[in-house]
């Protein structure tokens, strides 16, 4: 078995394939792709009517657009130096794939929330990408961009010393470790840092199933049915209510066996097609209305289509071919602990979808309400949460030896970041220009 030393010698070897002080560079391709050209590619095989909710959704704002131009960074990041240090990505770790959901023993915890292009790749791909998600977000928030380098380097510099303290603790330790939320509190200054956080909490607390009966649905002719507000959520069809139905019942059989039975206490009430994020629309997705002791007692389950993973285009993809199993298997290493009913299965025409809870007390940071010092904080929890994500699938002890010590690293991957907020300013600049000459639809405020 290879030592301790032996794998942070590994890690300080990489720094020959790409230096730390390297990652600070962007110079656009020669070649660089459309960016307009490369959503459209992207949207191909999407529902065409949803595509400008996408659309406008992204040409809300320079981060609006980041969240969704996952494909375009992707490509970027694949024209640089990589440094061979692979783990399981995230694959879109900007600010608002972190955020807050319950434990199965009901605890509050803090971690990453998104994983639609989870894939292998170099560890550096996803620290970039927040970094960069940092800056875009604190120059829409008008701060100066030496307060965007300090929060972008904040992350950065919280993802080194955590990875460097995970790398000296045992495997187990590693594999247990989590964010508490409730345990954020103690170190947030009081004020209206902490009220906003307080804030947060409650409001994650209070997003449950119950919750959710209230707000998406309504009792039509004495049963229980989820609300049409179109385009955003729409009764599934006559066809689409069948293929729900047999999905479920593909999908249960990827559960583990106590959670079937607990699944099977659950009837199938009502199911609807549903608009999600930025990047995803367009995609197919549905939820469902389950009862299960009586009609106070709900669960909804939201069934999303996975497609390749963005990763995937520019790197060798990893053990599974499906992509639904890519997604929930990513999930599954990359968070501290997992929602209990997440599934896979192939639905009609060969789409690959996965299944998940809805709601069970989740919850975001307001990034667009975050002043230079709450951005900060925020960014260093984030680049911390990664680390912690990243070590339970790579080698740790060979990312800190990369890393090392000093902060040349974080330096310089905040002066990517800075540099890319130009890059992407310039391509939602472009996908405006395409609404405007009419190369695109673009449905605002949706």
Sequence with gaps: MTTPEARAALGRAARKRASRASHGAWIPAADRADPVVVLERQAADRVAELLPIRYGRMAASPFAFLRGAAAIMAGDLATQRATGLTVQLCGDAHLLNFG???????SLLFDVTDFDETSPGPFEWDVKRLAASVAVAARDNGHSDTQAL????????????T?????????????????????????????????????????ATRRTSLH????LTEVVDGRRRI????????????????????????YRSTLAEERRRLLDRYHFVDAARKVVGVGSVGTRCFIVLLEG???DDPLFLQIKEATRSVIEEHLPHGPYVHPGHRVVAGQRLLQATGDIFLGWMTGPQGRAFYWRQ??????????????????RFYAELCGNTLARAHARSGDRIAISGYLGRADTFDRAVADFA?????????????????ASEGLITVAPGV
């Design 100 to 106: 807050l959901f319950a434990s199965p023993e009901r």
């Design 150 to 161: 300090r929060s972008a380097r904040a992350a950065t510099a919280a993802y080194r010393t």
């Design 163 to 203: 990875m460097r303290r995970l790398a000296g603790m045992g495997e187990l330790a590693v594999w247990y470790e989590h964010v508490d939320a409730h345990e954020l509190l103690p170190v947030i200054r009081a004020g209206r840092d902490r009220r906003r956080v307080q804030a947060t909490l409650a409001h």
């Design 212 to 215: 959710a009966l209230g707000k």
């Design 227 to 250: 609300i049409n507000d179109p385009p955003l959520l729409e009764p599934a069809s006559t066809p689409d209510t069948a293929t729900v139905r047999k999905l479920f019942g593909d």
């Design 293 to 295: 002791r009586d009609a």
């Design 358 to 375: 809805l709601r069970d007390m989740k919850g975001s940071a307001d990034v667009a309400g975050l002043g230079p010092d709450e951005l």
């Design 418 to 434: 800075l540099r890319y907020t130009d890059q992407n300013a310039t391509d939602h600049t472009a996908l405006r220009r395409a």
